[in-house]
């Protein structure tokens, strides 16, 4: 496929440096997509340039990410309003781990020629001295040049420190690295990063013209180093994209459970689906236009927003957790049973039932349970039942459940429960729900 073409249907092509097309269009080539190693997981504000790099091998040119070692450790100044707090250097390395097995989600690194790599800017920097580093890359920007870009006038009034305003140097670097070493052609970015990504192709214009010049070669030549932006991707009300009520949706299961990941995309707004299932996903435009016709047909079954989190969901997370997550969601709305219950592991668990009030027990209040009735009373300490006689009334009028399943006999002993996740049963009061956990 034509990748730009791609890019553009999608709504994924915010700007461009002249000749990348013609670039693309004449041979494979190799471009980047830096990651600062931040948290130890990427989020889905990250997705977007992900995918980026995922239609670019698609189209059959050769992706790399560049794990930020050394530039994660000063932390880019771009739109933020102030200065990053430094991370350890061990903090950094458990990070960049997190996000080469992310990325290694999405991109294929063993497809022949134009297979994936991930490279680390630390073992490049790690060599390179401070007066080097002027020499070799200070010279060649000015600090006018510099002080041009957004990224660091929008720091001015706040104030900026050395250590940030060279961070652009550190990038446009990496550039010039990448293209020496490794043939890379193209950066790739954000809408945000145009300013340091076009810092990058102005030292290799620069120092490539300084040799050419010291190598008496009389050609000079146009660009030979090209930038690619997306758009960052805004909900229709212009507000950003990316966050839920609890902050970021992590790409790590551990930090976003694959239920609520999927639930995420399951709550976005109509308005908002047409453009992410453009830019999250990798359906064709047939098969995008054919999802908005059913929905625009039967708006209320949420046909786009199952279809964008599916997509997406099984990428991430893999098609057991997207099943997981459809069983989680039918618990929460009634239609789970024992055997759904028993499939989820603790952490979906705990995230369905986030919100639902629980009650503690020790594990010797348990053991003095002989009888659920015995169970539902000490639970009663928060509630659920005022008394033991509504209790009792409760199950003989079949209004109570434990693990989804109806209790007839008050006397039913509690060795015939099976503790969820051997700590949790699910006490049902009508359709509500209440968590005992045994600890």
């Known amino acids: 496929m034509n990748f730009i073409e791609e890019l553009r249907w999608r709504g994924m092509l915010f700007d461009a440096m002249p000749g990348t097309e013609e670039q693309l269009n004449k041979e494979m080539t190799a471009a980047y997509i830096g990651f600062d190693p931040t948290a130890k997981s ?10 980026l790099l995922k239609h670019f091998q698609l189209a059959g040119h050769k992706p790399f990410a560049l794990v930020g070692g050394a530039t994660g450790m000063i932390g880019d100044p771009s739109f933020k309003a102030a200065e990053r707090q430094f991370l350890s250097e061990d903090t950094l390395r ?12 999405f991109l294929d690194f063993d497809c022949g020629e134009n297979s994936a790599e991930i490279v680390n800017n630390y073992d490049w920097f790690k060599e390179i001295g401070f007066l080097q580093f002027l020499r070799e890359v200070g010279k060649y920007l000015s600090v006018n040049y510099m002080m041009s870009k957004d990224s660091v006038k929008n720091r001015l009034e706040t104030g900026i420190s050395f250590t940030e305003f060279s961070y652009q140097l550190l990038q446009g670097y990496d ?12 950066q790739m970015g954000g809408s945000d990063q145009w300013g340091n990504i076009t810092t990058g192709t102005e030292l290799i214009r620069r120092k490539e013209a300084k040799a050419e010049i010291d190598e008496n070669d009389t050609e000079t030549g146009g660009s030979k180093a090209f930038a690619l932006t997306t758009p960052l991707v805004t909900k229709a009300d212009g507000t950003k994209f990316g966050k839920s009520e609890g902050g970021n949706v992590w790409l790590d299961p551990d930090m976003t459970s694959p239920y ?9 707004h109509d308005n908002d689906v047409p453009r992410l299932l453009r830019v999250f996903t990798l359906y064709s435009k047939a098969e995008i236009e054919e999802i908005e016709k059913q929905h625009a047909e039967a708006p209320h079954l949420r046909i786009a927003q199952k279809a964008l989190g599916k997509d997406v969901t ?13 069983k989680a969601a039918d618990i929460l709305f009634g239609k789970g049973t024992l055997e759904t219950l028993q499939s989820l592991d603790e952490n979906t668990f705990t995230t369905v039932f986030d919100g639902v009030p629980q009650t503690e027990i020790t594990k010797e209040e348990w053991d003095n349970c002989p009888t659920v009735l015995d169970l539902i009373s000490v639970v009663t300490r928060n509630e659920v ?3 033991k006689g509504e209790a009792r009334r409760a199950i003989q009028g079949n209004g109570v459940s434990i693990n989804k399943v109806k209790i007839a006999d008050e006397k039913l002993a509690l060795a015939e429960l099976q503790l969820l996740q051997g700590k949790y049963l699910l006490v049902g009061k009508g359709k509500k729900s209440h968590i005992v956990k045994v600890s």
């Open 42 to 51: 990427l989020h889905i504000g990250n997705l977007a340039t992900i995918m």
């Open 94 to 105: 458990e990070n960049q781990e997190g996000i080469r097995n992310q990325l290694a989600k």
């Open 175 to 186: 550039f010039y690295w990448l293209y020496k070493n490794k043939n890379i052609r193209l």
């Open 260 to 268: 609520a990941f999927y639930q995420f995309w399951l709550g976005q």
């Open 385 to 387: 039942y005022p008394s």
């Open 314 to 326: 099984i990428r991430v997370h893999g098609e057991e957790q997207y099943e997981l997550a459809i």
